[in-house]
């Protein structure tokens, strides 16, 4: 390996660049250059790994605080301050900490808003930017709402008070909050090279589940909604066998609405059904047609397609696992630079310098050796075991070659020594044909004379 100083390469615009060309193709394994490898590794470990994992503690806490106060603060304001009021302030405890965080995280928000010039341009440039911005706005409904319900009920019918008729709006927000608060953590895993090579995967798979979800979700709607009339235009009730004098029969269950119907139709996908209730159809015959067709196309058809779409993904995403970990760390590190102002990009000269010394391998030999001792994926393990296969045909094959070379050379010495001893043999056969023939004069010469 030799080292080979870069200029410039340190500086804002270039990396950004880079991960725009990744982006647009759909292709990181760019990144995984010498180049731009120890770039990133460079400014990872520089100035961003440490203002990364102070950020990751910090929202840790502000989610485990909002969990608090959105899910056990309104049992808290259920006591009576009269009697229990160490109880009934408790709920108060984890508001300073939601408030001084949330405006922390806000700070940092409102900044890269005002880089980017507008917040539809920063909701629009990343996934994780836009549920950000939806988590800090859920985390304000679900706290101002709850305090407002909590002013209204105080002051309003008066202590006590009670969750399900005093908190009901902030407890919906909440339950929408909760799950994108959680989801967003996920953001401060993509830092660490395993959880982040996971956290990537996840949403590769996602991406590449999104046609197969638009055919499943007509499929689905489609056989709802055709399940929905035939029970509609039926009598509803499925008749059970008679017990004694009584007669039971019991409502078709999930089929009251379209909505209902829908949310059957995914159960009856994930085998919750009940063909007893086909008789509640205007005709249990198609209703059963339909059913078989719906379980062969749905549950064998989709779902084996489903996971082989997954599957192909999970080999792509994990054969180029270690420059999706790059891509990671190298949106992060924008993130933390695109705040900084201009001025302090050129002025900081320890995180920014003007050159960078970039070791570059002579041979990928020993960094391929190294990348096999992790397993890569079916595709890449196939595509090492041909490529090795095919080297080691290749090289049978030359030492066969050169065996039939060596031999086609002593083949060639072989018969250019036959050639000569044909030439000399040939030679003295013309001499003893000449003497034949000098004798053969000399006896008729003899002949003449007597």
Known sequence: AFLVPLRGIADFKFLQTAVETCEKMRNYDLLQSPTLDCLIQFKWEAFVSGLFFRDAMLFFLLIVAFSAQAVLSPESFTRDPAVDPVLFYLGFVPLPFVAGLWLWFLRHELRTVGMRGSLW??????????????????????????????????????????????????????????????????????????????????????????WFLIVLLATLSGFAFSFYALYQAGTGTVELPEVGPYEVSDGVFGYDSPYSAMLTGFGLMLGDFDMQEFGGSVNPSLTAALFVLFMVLVNIVYLNLLIAIMGDTFDEVQESAKAQYLY???????????????????????????????????????????????WPGRMQALSRRMRDVVKEEVGNANQDVRAVREEVNDIKGDVAQVKSDVAALSSKLDKLLELFADDAAKKKNRKKKS
């Open 328 to 374: 990671s760390l190298a949106k992060i590190i924008l993130e933390y630079e695109e705040v900084l102002p201009p001025d302090v990009r050129s002025k900081n000269t320890q995180w920014f310098p003007e050159y960078l010394q970039v070791l570059v391998p002579q041979s990928a030999g020993g960094a391929r050796a190294a990348a096999e001792e992790e």
């Open 121 to 210: 341009a920063h909701v629009c440039g990343d996934l994780w930017d836009a549920l950000d911005v939806v988590t800090l706005g859920g985390m304000l409904a679900v706290v101002v709402t709850q305090l407002a319900e909590l002013a209204i009920g105080i002051y309003g019918r008066g202590a006590p008070l009670s969750v399900a008729e005093d908190f009901p709006a902030s407890s919906i927000l909440a339950a929408l909050a909760l799950p994108v608060a959680w989801f967003t953590s996920l953001f401060f895993m993509l830092g660490y090279e395993q959880s982040g090579k996971l956290i990537r995967m996840v949403l590769e798979i996602s991406y590449g589940i999104r």
